[in-house]
């Protein structure tokens, strides 16, 4: 099993462009995240989804959207990138249903890192 | 608001000694999370606590949970050096999601 790849591993981008990043799992697990790191900051959520054609907002959603087409992949993109998204993304997924006697134990792929200029 | 919280943010210590990084957080949550990150790498679940007075143990770490007090503690014995990671705690909300603390950068020196 891979895990939870993510495509690419590196990116510069320029004010304005725009791309997507691509989240793959194979452990056919329900729930998908997008986080953020930053610097001193932790991890923070941008988007997520419970589900195959489902997403919802994380904390920081503003600039970015999200579409999980298949239950496998989840894609993040960047319409038009700023300076201040500059960080490194990660994806993870998690096979926690929801119920209470489950727990969201979430394992992450590699990340990305994405410079905008 | 829902918040958690790690303390010490940044720990430098000699190999051989005992120290514990504490996680506080702010929600009724019974279930927390810890992770280990190496540098320039992703993130590795280390220990899932589930339940008042949960403890794992792994090598030379163990963790702890007290959701009386609403705390998390990660206890190191007899540090070695291929420990220095930034350790994250993390715990549930009630809509699918984590609330992750700002990390522990620990360094543990020859």
């Known amino acids: 099993n891979a895990g939870v790849t993510q495509t690419p591993k590196f990116r510069v981008l320029k004010t304005g462009q725009s791309m997507t990043l691509l989240c793959a799992q194979d452990?056919?697990?329900?729930?998908m995240y997008w986080y953020r790191q930053d610097p001193g900051m932790g991890l923070r959520l941008i988007h997520y989804s419970v589900g195959e054609g489902t997403t919802a907002k994380g904390e920081v959603p503003d600039g970015y959207n999200v579409s999980r087409l298949k239950k496998q992949n989840f894609l993040l993109g960047l319409e038009s990138a700023a300076p201040s998204q500059t960080s490194v993304y990660f994806c993870?997924?998690?096979?926690?249903?929801?119920?209470?006697?489950?727990?969201?134990?979430?394992?992450f792929g590699p990340g990305t890192r994405l410079t905008v200029l | 608001e829902l918040k958690v919280e790690q303390n010490p943010l940044f720990l430098s210590m000699q190999e051989g000694k005992n120290y514990t990084i504490y996680c506080n957080y702010s929600?009724?949550?019974?279930?927390l999370y810890w992770y280990r990150q190496d540098p320039g790498k992703s993130l590795e679940s280390l220990f899932v606590?589930?339940?008042n007075g949960a403890v794992k143990q792994e090598g030379r770490l163990m963790a702890s949970l007290d959701t009386k007090a609403r705390l998390s503690t990660l206890h190191i014995t007899a540090a070695v050096h291929d420990l220095s990671a930034t350790y994250f705690c993390?715990?549930?909300?009630?809509?699918?999601?984590?609330?992750w603390g700002a990390g522990t950068k620990l360094i543990i020196k020859p």
């Open positions: 452990m056919n697990h329900e729930y």
């Open positions: 993870a997924s998690s096979s926690w249903g929801g119920s209470q006697r489950g727990y969201n134990e979430q394992f």
């Open positions: 993390a715990v549930d909300r009630s809509n699918y999601q984590l609330i």
């Open positions: 606590l589930l339940s």
């Open positions: 929600t009724t949550s019974d279930r």
